[in-house]
């Protein structure tokens, strides 16, 4: 039996992947379910359990024919049924999908395995939807765990993916161990991200779960573990020297992003809430997180630097602190010198040196700051909050987000402008969501581009969100015993080899 | 016969009782509390005297300048722009913070919070155990209360505590009080029931004393000395105590330097850069050592059993 | 009462067993005199009692100790001799002195409650000393402690040989002590104050035993005590020690009745008689206080732990009167002490009550505890710790009048006129109670309870752990206030002799009842009750005239 | 006896209330709640607002705790909210390693512990004694990560003898389960031992100021024997109820260890419940941790009964 042991990047919890929108339930997801389409490498959606498809003219119509042979771990076929109550639990969920059922007038089966999606109106991203990488993805489950209702979390372990998992070997804050599934028939073509054949080379994968950083790199060295799915950059030091070490570039990087609370004082002000964001330095605060160049790398854009949207026109704002302007607008804004609160995550290792370093900077420019530690689990339940800070709300915290997502206007989820509606911090910016909207509309490559540094210029403007520059954490594997990891939005177990 | 004045009598008094030499000499008489307490003095100087001990802010960062060793010379750059050379005896962390500052600066919180947990789990663990000692009708519910305290893991206190209330030097010393009290109370209660069994405690009360002047007169001095050593050990455990909670991510706020948060800063680290965690550790563990050889010290020095006579 | 059988003259062949010569040993620094001992000198031949005589802290333990080699670390012996058999203990290796331990000689201690291993069965702890000393079997060892208990009257040996100390009573573990002792059958046998700790009929039974059993091996003993009568009752030989120095030896008529040194005189004379004093009659006033029909239950152990009861008194009635002293004596555990507190109003009595007549009318019930308190002063048997130590004991003494309403100069004033009475100087009230001496004490505490000027004294074994010449000293005093003052005094003591000097009226009290109450002189010379006949008959030293050559 | 264990059994019964009680308002005073932190990172204030109303968690704090506690006099500690488990499964994953982990611990010190004690008690003041005590007062002065990461780098990193991390269950043999134990409980073994060491040092020398080792000294015994049968026999009550604290520690407590070499213990498992307001998984913790100590409370009481024959229940 050849057994890859990986360090997976949090604690699998919640194992239904429509029920919550945390990462490591969409890579179990990815483990044991299948999906109709997957992204490849470059971002192209491929068929993955569809074998053809065809959209009418008007994207009006879509029908789907599934590859055949396609089973559950139970041995049961995937039939159309199945495909049906997957997706419409899914999309009971998702926002995309919301809006997919939204402008859907059917869905229904031809034979046991063709269905075909009506639309009311023409609706073009139909396939972004099905081949969606990030939470939450369209897995396909049994038909009958898939009509469990929407917010109640299914029981059953079932799907048709590459790997399967017994109850008994989900043994969460330990290990998850996953199993070939022998009977998966993986496409023909080469794999490519999400998409292609997946085939397994290995006999189980066990994620095991360790907490602390340097456990993490002393079992990777000590070849108690054969890769970690993202490298602590406090581990870098030991790893970048040692030959017996690879490490991969897998997953993409991501933005830091500061979010300000739009409704209460002093960020309510916009000149004060510019004053904050010229006092950001990317370099500084990034290194104070990441410590190693190869980690970070500042971008002013609001969009991941090098993606298809990200332009360098970015108004006032560098990235770079510009500490007198600030002071000025500081001063004309009549803030009060009541403290800001910035939320520190303690808990969260790759989040919780920012607001630190963010802190010392607003002090610079004459803020007052309270730098507030709590636990994750606090912030995120405090960040809902629209109180004054000191009833218990906030003023600023940072999150971290995902590549992907951050490529575009549309999936990039802190970009609101419709208040309370909106994500936490509720700024409002009708501008913003008619440029977003207009963005939907436009399929002409050039004016979507250029609507997107529109709403760039905007969301800089209003402090919707700061840009604190990007990061990410490259994956290590042991040298010459693993190999095959497929570049991806997450780590895929598939195509991997083990010696 | 018929004289009542035998020689021995009118004489002053303590013709026999050996002079005792004076609590303090006894005290400092012994080898592990002249070295605690020296050792304790350094730390208090170091904690009273960190601004003129060759320190910047200890907030001060330069992230450009992370993970110097020990003893490096480098130009620093503050956030602020201002930019100056350096000498760093014991290096930076991972934020470009001079560990030698954050360890000086950092010896007032860890002092504070060991001296404010003693103080605090004293006070509280001997009113209560002086109250239940007392009262005996109350005994019960106290003592089970408490015991349903200590049989709450002191973390999961710690963790609830720090997420009621945001981590401030306060709630740290709160988290760590509480679990410690229900020990003290149970100490000050059992000496307090032996010291009411005491002859002159039954003598104040045939002269009428009132309860309260029972218990601050005759009943309390008698808690003193345990409590000393107690706290003694308290004290030590409440330091390991926060160092232990900003491993755990739940400690003071990092701006707040203290040995618990320089260390738990570093130890990501560990094996590339020893030096975060052991340099600060050696203050830490040195702190708690003469913390605790204090608390053994006093506990030989003043406990009467060994210093009755042999036979 | 003589037990001479006993050749007090061995034949001059026979070498003495023990052989003390000039010894000297130090005190450590800072002690209030250089030596523990100095200068002391005996021997002690087969088969002879030599006593050891003399006050608390004047050595005689210190002298066992070093026979044994087992002088705690803070003494040093700086000089002497110490031999046992011809050999030089002071001189022998810990191997050697491990050897004869047990072996040639053997020790009593005086606490039988402490001295055995509490969690040892009782036939273990003497199995030891032939395991450890000879190369018997098992089965030869069994025999050989079942023997011995069966010697040292032990009922049920096989029974007590299961038992645990704490399941025997003291006289029964004192009986496995000399049973550890003697199993080897050692030359020396020293005895530190092996029954003080005993109840009279005990000790009496002890006693004998000790002496039987030395009869029948010829043992050499070295008996330590600070009770006359038990000199008179056992010794051969005395040595009369003050203050580490050997003031006078020699046999025991010669020294007990004809004495030659000053000191020895002024001990003898305070031992107290065991015949009444006689006292003048009481006034037959009404009754200051009287009880009727005090019962006291005590309830200890609380859920969930086991409840156990014990009837410490049963219908205990009693009247004292103005210069009246009204003496409770009965063996340990007998309930006197709960009486006493039970008149006092220490403790609730679970029945009865304590009828005070001129406190009734006069005082709302509230005040009448107060005012009670004030008529009714204790004074405690353990001088040691009935003064707080933390406080001065001017601090202590006006703690009372303070309570009472008296202002602290006033009452500071009152204390230094006790002190006179008390014979102390005024200076001492700035003191703390670690500096006096335990007699002096005593005199502090009495002059605690006389600060709130009371009309009734309670002394619970107010004199019991004193030296007889403190204990004389005390008992003066005592009836000199009572002259003075007319209060009127309830003094318990478990010792006959000193309730004969002192008390009007006596009551005899056994397993928390009276058995017996009358004047003292019907009481100690016409017993009507069989118990209180045995309680006298036990008293040790009886018809011996001390100092009256 | 059986009386005795009738009366203690329910004498637990109200410590264990006053535990639930504290806790349970002790978590709906704490801020966060487990809502927001199921719903993920990129959960809106609606999706937050449905899983409440799901969770329950908008009935009022009296009628919830009524609710949890007539659930847990049928035996059921109830369902967490993110493992889809019942608590009492997740708690039985966890037994085996934190038992694991106490068992050995507590044999290796007081394997190492009492002797020592002893030793020191036996040579009070001198320089062995001095010694024992400063390496024990050492022993917990250095916070327990610093201590782990120590040994990991000396005895796993630079040696190679032992993993550096990981459990494995006893059911995949003794060897591969020892191998695994060894660090952590050296780890926390230099702790627990420095603290059973002095007390056993402490109970030990006041035996020795008992008269009945006076007598024992008399009867020319070997040192020894007197050691062992006289003064430790006498010292077990207070030694063995610090082990069984300790126990109750090690049960409990034990959370940085087990992050650092990686062991699924109960430590963690609490850790994980408070961080993520798993409010049933806490509330199940507690309440199992308040019997543990309860239960070893009373094995220590039991203990007792052997070590002191004075003792009767
Ligand atoms: N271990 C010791 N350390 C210091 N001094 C001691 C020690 N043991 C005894 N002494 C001192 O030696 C002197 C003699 O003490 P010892 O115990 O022999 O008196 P004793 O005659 O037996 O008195 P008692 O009748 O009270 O037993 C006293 O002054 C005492 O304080
Ligand atoms: N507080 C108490 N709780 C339970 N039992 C007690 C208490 N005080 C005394 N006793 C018991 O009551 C009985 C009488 O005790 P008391 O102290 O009155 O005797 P005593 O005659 O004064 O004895 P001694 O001469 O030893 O002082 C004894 O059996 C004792 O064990
Ligand atoms: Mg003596
Ligand atoms: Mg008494
Ligand atoms: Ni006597």
């Known amino acids: 039996d050849t057994v890859l042991r990986t360090v997976p990047s949090s604690d699998l919890k919640i194992l239904d992947p429509i029920w919550t929108t945390a990462n490591i339930t969409r890579n179990h997801g990815l483990m044991i379910y299948d999906t109709l389409f997957g992204m490849d490498e470059k971002g192209a959606i491929k068929p993955q359990m569809v074998e053809k498809y065809t959209a009418s003219p008007d994207n009006k119509v879509w029908t789907f024919t599934l590859r055949p042979g396609l089973k559950f771990h139970d041995g049961a076929p995937v039939t159309a049924q199945d495909v049906i109550a997957s997706l419409a639990r899914w999309a009971k969920r998702d926002t995309l999908g919301q809006k997919m059922y939204e402008a859907m007038d059917s869905i229904t089966a031809e034979g046991p395995n063709g269905f075909r999606m009506t639309f009311k109106q023409p609706f073009g991203v139909v396939l972004d939807a099905l081949g969606k990488p990030n939470p939450l993805v369209p897995f396909i489950m049994p038909r009958r765990v898939a009509e469990t209702p929407a917010d109640k979390q299914i029981e059953e372990m079932v799907g048709s993916g590459p790997f399967t998992l017994a109850k008994a070997d989900f043994r969460p804050g330990d290990r998850v161990i996953y199993r070939k599934n022998a009977a998966y028939v993986p496409r023909k073509d080469s794999p490519s991200g999400l998409a292609g054949g997946k085939v397994v080379n290995v006999d189980r994968v066990e994620w095991v779960l360790l907490r602390d950083p340097q456990t993490q790199v002393n079992a990777l060295l000590n070849g108690e573990v054969d890769m970690l799915e993202g490298v602590p950059a406090s581990g870098y030091t030991d790893m970048r020297t040692n030959p017996k070490i690879e490490l991969v570039d897998v997953m993409p990087a991501g933005p830091f992003t500061a979010i300000y609370n739009h409704k209460v004082p002093p960020f309510n002000n916009p000149k004060a809430l510019k004053a904050a964001m010229l006092a950001i330095n990317q370099e500084a605060m990034l290194r104070a997180q990441a410590t190693f160049r190869d980690f970070y790398k500042p971008c002013a854009s609001i969009y991941l630097c090098g993606s298809m949207y990200s332009s360098d026109k970015t108004g006032f704002f560098t990235g770079k602190p510009q500490f007198e302007e600030a002071r000025k607008l500081l001063k004309e804004s009549g803030y009060d010198g009541k403290p800001v609160v910035i939320l520190l995550p303690g808990d969260a290792p790759a989040l919780n040196k920012m607001p630190a370093v963010y802190g010392q900077l607003l002090k610079q420019v004459g803020f007052n700051v309270d730098v507030q530690t709590t636990d994750w689990a606090t912030l995120v339940t405090r960040r809902t909050k629209k109180d004054l800070p000191e009833n218990g709300g906030w003023n600023v915290f940072i999150t971290f987000w995902g590549g992907v997502d951050a490529s575009n206007p549309i999936s990039y989820g802190p970009l609101t402008g419709n208040g309370d509606k909106g994500f936490f911090g509720w700024p409002t910016d009708p501008e913003l969501e008619a440029l977003k909207s207009r963005f939907i509309e436009t399929t002409d490559l050039a004016q979507r581009k250029d609507i997107a540094t529109q709403i760039q210029l905007r969301v800089l403007e209003g402090g919707v969100i700061a840009p604190l520059g990007e990061g990410k954490a490259p994956t290590a594997v042991r040298r010459g015993v693993v190999s095959g990891l497929l570049p991806s939005p997450a780590v895929l177990y598939w195509n991997v080899r083990k010696n | 016969m018929t004289s009542i004045s035998p020689p021995v009598d009118t004489t002053t008094a303590a013709p026999r009782s050996h002079r005792k030499p004076s609590l303090l000499s006894r005290v400092f008489a012994n080898g592990a509390v002249r070295t605690g307490s020296v050792l304790l003095c350094l730390m208090v100087v170091l904690a009273v005297a960190a601004p003129w001990l060759y320190t910047i802010d200890p907030n001060a960062m330069d992230p450009a300048n992370s993970h110097l060793s020990p003893g490096a010379h480098a130009e620093f750059t503050t956030l602020a722009g201002d930019s100056f050379q350096r000498f760093f005896p014991m290096g930076t962390d991972s934020m470009g913070r001079d560990i030698w500052s954050r360890t000086a600066y950092g010896a007032r919180i860890s002092l504070s919070v060991g001296v404010a947990v003693a103080l605090g789990s004293i006070a509280l663990g001997m009113l209560v155990g002086m109250v239940a000692g007392y009262f005996r009708r109350l005994d019960g519910t106290i003592m089970r209360v408490m015991d349903g305290v200590m049989a709450i893991p002191g973390i999961l206190f710690a963790i609830v505590l720090v997420a009621v209330w945001r981590p401030s030097l306060w709630t740290v010393i709160l988290a760590i009080v509480v679990p410690e009290t229900p020990r003290v109370a149970r100490l000050v209660r059992s000496v307090v029931l032996s010291v009411r069994e005491e002859p002159y405690v039954e003598a104040a009360i045939a002269l009428d004393t009132p309860a309260w002047k029972l218990m601050l007169r005759h009943i309390l001095p008698n808690t003193v000395a345990p409590l000393i050593v107690q706290g003694t050990f308290v004290c030590a455990a409440a330091m390991l105590a926060e160092a232990v909670m900003s491993f755990l991510g739940i400690g003071l706020p990092s701006d707040v330097p203290t040995w618990g948060n320089i260390m738990s800063e570093g130890r990501a680290y560990f094996t590339s850069h020893p030096s975060t965690v052991l340099l600060p550790g050696v203050f830490l563990a040195a702190t708690v050592l003469a913390v605790n050889m204090l608390g053994d010290g006093l506990r030989d020095a003043l406990d009467p059993k060994f210093n009755k006579r042999g036979s | ?96 002195l491990r050897a004869w331990r047990g072996a040639r000689m053997a020790m009593v201690f005086q606490e039988p409650m402490t001295a055995l291993n509490p969690v040892m069965r009782c036939g273990a702890q003497v199995d030891e000393m032939l395991a450890e000393h000879t190369a018997l079997g098992a089965a030869e060892r069994r025999q050989k402690v079942l023997a011995i208990f069966a010697r040292v009257k032990l009922p049920e040996p096989e029974r007590i040989y299961d038992a645990y100390p704490h399941q025997l009573s003291g006289g029964q573990r004192q009986r496995i002590v000399i049973a550890i002792a003697l199993i080897l059958r050692p030359a020396l046998l020293i005895c530190d104050e092996p029954t003080t700790a005993l109840d009279v009929t005990t000790q009496a039974e002890i006693l004998s035993l000790i002496r039987e059993m030395q009869q029948e091996n010829g043992t050499a003993v070295l008996f330590i005590t600070h009770d006359f009568g038990v000199v008179a009752d056992i010794a051969d030989h005395v040595v009369v020690l003050q203050l580490g120095r050997q003031v006078e030896s020699g046999p025991k008529d010669d020294v007990l009745r004809r004495p030659k040194e000053p000191y020895t005189r002024m001990l003898l004379d305070a031992v107290p008689r065991l015949e009444p004093a006689q006292r003048p009659p009481i006034a037959d006033a009404p009754p200051l206080l009287d009880a009727r029909g005090v019962t006291k239950t005590y309830r200890s152990g609380s859920w969930p732990g086991k409840r156990r009861t014990v009837h410490a008194a049963t219908d205990v009635s009693l009247q004292l009167r103005a210069g009246e002293t009204v003496g409770i004596v009965g063996e340990s555990g007998s309930g006197k002490s709960t009486v006493a507190r039970c008149i006092a109003r220490l403790i609730e009595p679970t029945g009865g009550e304590v009828w005070v007549p001129h406190l009734e009318a006069q005082h709302a019930p509230r005040a009448r505890l107060s005012a009670f308190r004030r008529m009714v002063q204790v004074v405690f048997q353990d001088p040691n710790r009935s003064l707080n130590p933390r406080r001065t004991v001017g601090q202590s003494i006006i703690e009372g009048p303070v309570n009472f309403g008296l202002s602290p100069d006033k009452a500071w004033k009152r204390a230094e006129e006790l002190m006179d009475l008390v014979r102390l100087k005024p200076e001492v009230l700035h003191r703390y109670p670690s500096e006096f001496s335990g007699g002096q004490r005593q005199r502090l505490c009495i002059a605690r309870a006389l600060a709130c000027e009371p009309q009734v004294l309670i002394a619970d074994e107010a004199v019991s752990a004193l030296d007889v010449s403190v204990q004389d000293q005390i008992l003066k005093l005592l009836a000199e206030i009572q002259q003075r003052l007319s209060i009127g005094i309830l003094f318990i003591t478990h010792d006959l002799r000193v309730a004969s000097q002192i008390c009007d009226r006596l009551i005899v009290m056994h397993q928390g009842r009276i058995v017996e109450q009358g004047t003292a002189r019907d009481v100690l010379l016409s017993p009507r009750e069989a118990y209180t006949r045995s309680l006298l008959a036990a008293a040790p030293g009886q018809g011996y005239a001390f100092g009256q050559g | 006896m059986l009386n005795f264990l009738l009366r203690r059994g329910l004498a637990t019964v109200p410590v264990l209330l006053i535990v639930a009680v504290i806790v349970f308002l002790l978590l709906r005073m704490t801020p966060g709640d487990p809502a927001a932190a199921i719903a993920g990172d990129g959960a809106t204030v609606q999706d937050i607002e449905r899983i409440r109303a799901q969770l329950g968690l908008d009935a009022p704090v009296v009628s919830q705790f009524f609710g949890w506690l007539g659930h847990v006099l049928r035996g059921d500690l109830g369902y967490s909210y993110f493992y889809k488990m019942s608590v009492t499964e997740l708690i039985g994953q966890r037994l085996e390693p934190t038992l694991s982990v106490a068992a050995l611990t507590v044999v290796l010190t007081v394997l190492i512990a009492v002797p020592l004690g002893v030793l020191a008690a036996s040579r009070r003041g001198g320089r062995l004694d001095r010694f024992i005590m400063s390496a024990s007062v050492l022993g917990f002065s250095v916070p327990v990560f610093v201590a782990g990461y120590l040994m990991i780098w000396l005895f796993s990193m630079q040696l190679g003898w032992l993993p550096s991390q990981g459990y494995n269950r006893i059911g995949e043999g003794v060897g591969p389960w020892l191998r695994n134990l060894v660090l952590p409980c050296v780890t926390l073994a230099v702790m627990y031992a420095a603290l059973i060491a002095r007390v056993t040092r402490a109970a030990v020398s006041e035996a020795l100021t008992e008269d009945y080792v006076r007598t024992a000294r008399a009867k020319g015994i070997s040192e020894r024997r007197m050691l062992i049968r006289h003064a430790l026999a006498n010292a077990a009550v207070p030694i063995a109820t610090i082990i069984g604290l300790s126990v109750a520690g090690l049960i409990g407590g034990v959370v940085v260890t087990e992050t650092i070499y990686a062991i699924p213990g109960l430590g963690q498992l609490t850790v994980d419940a408070v961080l993520s307001r798993d409010y049933p998984l806490i509330q199940g913790i507690t309440l199992f941790f308040s019997l543990v100590y309860v239960v070893v409370n009373l094995l220590v009481d039991l203990s007792y009964l052997l070590l002191d024959p004075r003792i009767r229940y």
């Open chain 3, 1 to 96: 009462m003589e037990r001479t059988s006993f050749s007090t003259t061995p034949p001059a062949a026979v070498s003495p067993c023990l052989v003390v010569r000039d010894l000297c040993i130090d005190l450590p620094q800072g002690a209030d005199r250089p030596h523990a001992v100095s200068g002391v000198s005996f021997d002690v031949m087969p088969g002879q009692v030599v006593c050891l005589l003399g006050e608390s802290g004047s050595g005689k333990s210190v002298i066992a100790q070093a026979v044994m080699g087992l002088l705690p670390d803070a003494l040093k012996p700086s000089g002497g001799r110490i031999e046992v058999l011809g050999e030089n203990v002071l001189a022998a290796d810990a191997a050697h």
